[in-house]
């Protein structure tokens, strides 16, 4: 992964990275969030019923269970980023995918640049694209950096200003984004960005559209961005 933060006039594609990359169906995110409830409870020392309630109140509210308990708590956040994401046995779930690798391979680099967005911290980040097998394929990586205070990570406004110094992107109108996520996606959408929501098959789509493009594989991009890709059809 080649970082580049020099300013450029091309757009850049902003990709999130887990539920996004990746499928649901691997459980990462239920393996994630039992590693989360477990450091609730024992470092808060809370009955595990009040640890899984205070870990989603966090989440809902701070967009990031951590920002929650930095904010509260003083937790450390490498301490953390040690007893959750990179506990996580991701080399026995997260394979290389070749589909994966060959949409954004036909992605033409000389027109947008390929842009990691993650609220994950940064070992995490590159762990999991690696074990996919695209970790050649992205110019940079834009994530929470759990070694500052404040904590800055989506959907704040300050996390998306934050990718676009770090990719080089000055104009609003050149930032694309793609996430699973429907609340980054309508702050992202709120903050001026061109933005396609991943809603999975099998799962429940937001009441309201979260974002002007709603896709349910990231093989659909070459359709709501069409103009990035060397074909438009896999």
């Excluded at 994401?85 to 080399?91: F, G, H, V």
């Excluded at 060959?102 to 640049?113: E, G, M, N, P, T």
């Excluded at 911290?121 to 590159?126: E, F, M, P, S």
């Excluded at 406004?157 to 996430?179: H, L, P, S």
Aim: proline share 5%; glycine share 4%.
């Amino acid at each position: 992964m080649a970082e580049t933060n020099g300013t450029t006039a091309k757009p850049v594609l902003f990709v999130d990275i887990d539920n996004c990359l990746y499928s649901r169906s691997t459980k990462v995110q239920d393996l994630m969030a039992k590693l989360i409830d477990e450091y609730f409870a024992k470092h808060l020392d809370l009955p595990w019923e009040d640890a899984t309630r205070l870990h989603k109140d966090y989440y809902t509210n701070y967009g990031l269970a951590l920002e929650g308990l930095v904010r509260h708590h003083q937790i450390d956040p490498l301490d953390y980023n040690t007893k959750v994401d990179d506990a996580l046995p991701l080399e026995g779930i997260i394979k290389p995918n070749p589909e994966l690798r060959a949409l954004f391979q036909d992605i033409d680099k000389s027109k947008v640049k390929l842009w990691l967005f993650t609220n994950a911290y940064v070992t995490h980040a590159k762990r999991v694209v690696k074990l996919l097998g695209i970790d050649d394929l992205f110019d940079g990586l834009t994530y929470c950096d759990y070694s500052k205070q404040p904590l800055i990570c989506k959907p704040h406004f300050d996390m998306f200003r934050k990718g676009m110094k770090e990719a080089g992107v000055e104009k609003i109108e050149d930032c694309y984004f793609v996430d699973d996520s429907g609340l980054n996606c309508r702050k992202a959408t709120e903050f001026g960005w061109s933005v396609a929501h991943l809603v999975e098959e099998g799962l429940t789509p937001p009441p309201t559209q979260a974002a002007k493009f709603q896709i349910s594989h990231l093989e659909e991009l070459r359709t709501v961005f069409p103009q990035f890709f060397k074909s438009t059809s896999s």
